[in-house]
């Protein structure tokens, strides 16, 4: 009598192998650890990375479409991530105001800079009030926040570029702030053990944090030194206080998609997300990198 639990029957071995390459097919690749499609980021970082230096190298002037162009699709998919929320920001008056407070900052500074985002803000309110009082206050908050992030903030990098060596300047904001985003991304993946956050960017250790400082204070105190002439202690400074800055915007931006129960703001850079998934941090370091550069390199 033979043993059925020992017996293969041989008809029923093909189907047996057909279920196991099914179950092994639908198991899902595992994930990077950095999160990101590495060498799609790396080539659209260097693809980004040339085209500001093109502009700037060229003639400094160029870079203002670009920037003006990136501002506004920032704002547009700020403002799609917004309704998510059931927030309806008026798109035209920020685009206008947009394109004012930049072109404003560059050709007239600062004090021209904040005179147009109070513009902004009034023609906001005059426009939504004007479409009628139902969900108003709600739509007018949100509109307000895409007026100020990226729109305002962006205004700094026009003020930078409007310095008589505002090419350079953009050179050496860009080299520290992308060396925070590298610095933390190398120590992260390879020693990051202790969550900084991790209720809100859960990648994010304090390893790479301590890596950022360090790359930070490194290209700072170089590029100051090369870049504008300045004191290479100040340029670690910089660094340092870039580095913190860039972290706080990345958390600002990883609590507003996880509010919005959204995993990136878009799909425009593969890779990377969105547009305003590579501009978080760079619109916080601007104001402080723009102050900061009046100090060190005035």
């Not at 980004?48 to 400094?60: C, E, G, K, Y």
């Not at 992308?178 to 969550?195: N, R, T």
């Not at 507003?256 to 425009?268: N, Q, S």
């Amino acid at each position: 009598m033979s043993d059925s639990s020992t017996t293969e029957d041989p008809a029923a071995a093909p189907e047996a192998r057909s279920k196991a390459a099914a179950r092994g097919a639908t198991k899902a690749p595992k994930a990077p650890k950095a999160g990101r499609n590495l060498p799609a980021a790396i080539g659209v970082g260097v693809g980004l990375a040339a085209l500001v230096i093109a502009s700037l190298v060229f003639r400094r002037e160029l870079f203002l479409p670009v920037l003006v162009v990136a501002i506004v699709l920032g704002a547009w998919e700020m403002r799609r991530a917004v309704r998510q929320a059931g927030v309806d920001v008026p798109f035209v008056p920020v685009v206008i105001g947009a394109v004012s407070m930049l072109l404003s900052a560059y050709y007239r500074g600062p004090e021209a800079l904040v005179l147009t985002f109070g513009l902004t803000c009034t023609g906001i309110l005059v426009w939504r009030v004007a479409d009628g009082l139902d969900g108003a206050m709600r739509d007018i908050s949100g509109a307000l926040f895409v007026a100020l992030y990226p729109c305002f903030l962006g205004g700094f990098a026009s003020l930078l570029l409007a310095a008589d060596d505002g090419h350079l300047r953009i050179i050496y904001f860009v080299l520290v702030t992308v060396a925070s985003d590298i610095g933390g991304y190398a120590f992260g993946v390879f020693l990051g053990k202790h969550p900084m956050a991790p209720s809100l960017s859960p990648k994010k250790s304090w390893e790479g944090f301590g890596g950022s400082v360090f790359t930070c204070a490194v290209v700072g105190a170089v590029g100051l030194a090369t870049l504008l002439g300045g004191v290479w202690w100040q340029g670690a400074v910089i660094g340092v206080v870039v580095a913190a800055a860039a972290t706080i915007g990345d958390l600002i931006e990883s609590s507003i998609k996880r509010d919005l129960g959204i995993k990136d703001m878009g799909t425009l850079l593969p890779g990377h997300g969105g547009l305003m998934d590579r501009l978080d941090s760079l619109l916080v370091c601007i104001p402080v990198v723009w102050a900061l550069l009046l100090w060190a390199a005035p």
